[in-house]
């Protein structure tokens, strides 16, 4: 357990490292899971070295929210302030989310259909 999370947490760190030296606009956790991505891609049979750790990780997932939940509590201030226009801005992106996400798969279905036939 202890070599597969040194592997999980060296892919994040090695994503974080990248990103802070080179100035990149991507998350570092996002490239680390990009370079895990791979590993596996590259080696299979990883995946199967690392289904135990991973099941026993998101099985707990659950417990990594309560931080996220304390930091909403203590904020409640700014919630009551400004908690329509919160809840604005959150409704208003999840719908362009969501049309940015379907225009992009019409996008490329139009494409694939063209360059298919």
Do not use: H, Y
Not at 64 to 71: D, K, M, R, S, T
């Amino acid at each position: 357990m202890l070599q597969t999370l040194g592997l999980l947490l060296g892919c994040q760190l090695l994503g974080e490292v990248t990103v802070r030296g080179f100035g990149l606009p991507v998350p570092g956790p996002v490239l680390g899971l990009t370079l895990l991505v791979l590993l596996l891609a590259a080696m299979p049979r990883l995946a199967e070295q690392l289904r135990p750790t991973t099941t026993v990780i998101l099985a707990n997932l659950s417990f990594l929210f309560v931080p996220a939940g304390v930091g909403v509590i203590g904020n409640l201030g700014v919630l009551s302030d400004d908690g329509v226009a919160l809840l604005a801005i959150l409704t208003l992106s999840t719908v362009l989310s969501m049309l940015a996400a379907v225009g992009t798969f019409v996008g490329v279905r139009r494409a694939t259909e063209r360059w298919a036939a």
